[in-house]
Structure formats: C-alpha cells, structure tokens
Nanobody, 124 residues
Framework: QVQLVESGGGLVQAGGSLRLSCIVS????????MAWFRQAPGKEREFVVA????????DYADSVKGLFTISRDNAKNTLYLQMNSLKPEDTAVYYC?????????????????WGQGTQVTVSS
C-alpha cells in the first residue's frame, strides 16, 4: 500500500506564491514518476505537471509554464510544487499522483496512486 499526502495549500492573494508538498509513504516503489493535477470547482481534473524519477525530465501544462516549478527529493520521498504569480484561475484542489516506471504521463488513467488533495484558493 502506497500513501500520498499533500500539504501546503491555503488562501493567497493574486500574485502571491505557495509551495505544495506531497509525501509518499508505505510500500514505496523503487522508481516512480510523480505528477500534480488540479480540479477547479465545476471542472474536470486536469494535468498540471509531471516529473520522472531522476528529476531531469518534466512536462508542464501550457497554463503553468514559467510560473510553477516541480521538484522532488527522493531521499525524503517528497514531491514539491512551487507556484508563483498565482491567479484566481489557479484556484483548485491540487492532487499529487504517482505511477510506476520511468515514463512521463499526462493522463489521469496512467497514475496508480493518488493523494486526497489540498485546497489552493487565490483571491483577486
């Protein structure tokens, strides 16, 4: 059993920053790709960014390129998402997800593990 727990969400004004964390515990796989997804009110969950095990390859949604930065610390089994210049449209529940193997993925269906989410609210 693998558990993912997100933290770091909250309320921030437009233009502000937040840093999300996701701790992986339990029967942690030897190598796994991690990602962040988000779901805004009334909308479907969407892909935000993914990072491979080594951390040297990432894939960002166009909407967050240059604004958000994903990173991971495998020694700590922790995934991070630094979010800068936040906008009201970034308001959503943010989920971390993990999948076995080395390949990136943008589809929810390829991810094996999910956290419960952390709320990010950006006020105008």
């Amino acid at each position: 059993q693998v558990q993912l727990v997100e933290s770091g969400g909250g309320l921030v004004q437009a233009g502000g920053s937040l840093r999300l964390s996701c701790i992986v515990s339990g029967r942690t796989p030897r190598s796994y790709t991690m990602a962040w997804f988000r779901q805004a009110p009334g909308k479907e969950r969407e892909f935000v960014v993914a990072i491979v095990w080594s951390g040297d390859t990432t894939d960002y949604a166009d909407s967050v390129k240059g604004l958000f930065t994903i990173s991971r610390d495998n020694a700590k089994n922790t995934l991070y998402l630094q979010m800068n210049s936040l906008k009201p449209e970034d308001t959503a529940v943010y989920y971390c997800a993990g999948k076995l193997g080395f390949a990136l993925g943008t589809a929810q269906s390829v991810y094996d593990y999910w956290g419960q989410g952390t709320q990010v609210t950006v006020s105008s």
